[in-house]
């Protein structure tokens, strides 16, 4: 799975993140991010369900954690985690699903 994330300030794009979900050669779930302007790393699964996926990548200095859960009314939260200058620190990213009126005529 491929994804891509923007970060728009004053209908500028500031910064992006290339995403990528697949297994690596040994079979294991990985997440491998691509941020604009740094090298990739990648995150390995560590907690797989129906409705969650968590990865980690402890040797990372921020996030350490990345989880991804489906919650009610095709929403969907994503968190990011970890430690940062001593701290244990967290940032949600809540989304939800929204109709894309461009592909939506065929």
């Known amino acids: 799975m491929l994804g891509?994330?923007?970060t728009?300030?004053?209908g500028k794009t500031v910064a992006h993140e290339f995403l990528q979900i697949r297994l690596n050669a040994e079979g294991q779930i990985?997440?491998?991010a691509l941020p604009s302007g740094q090298k990739e790393t990648t995150f390995?699964?560590?907690s797989v369900s129906e409705t969650a996926v968590t990865f980690e990548n402890p040797q990372h200095?921020?996030?350490?954690r990345i989880s991804y859960r489906a919650l009610p009314g095709d929403r969907?939260?994503?968190r990011i985690e970890g430690q940062r200058g001593?701290?244990?620190r967290?940032?949600?990213f809540p989304m939800k699903r929204v109709a894309c009126e461009a592909l939506a005529g065929g």
């Open 4 to 6: 891509v994330a923007r």
């Open 8 to 10: 728009v300030k004053k």
């Open 30 to 32: 990985v997440y491998i």
């Open 44 to 46: 390995t699964g560590t």
């Open 61 to 64: 200095d921020f996030p350490q």
């Open 76 to 78: 969907l939260l994503a």
């Open 86 to 88: 001593g701290a244990l």
């Open 90 to 92: 967290g940032i949600d």
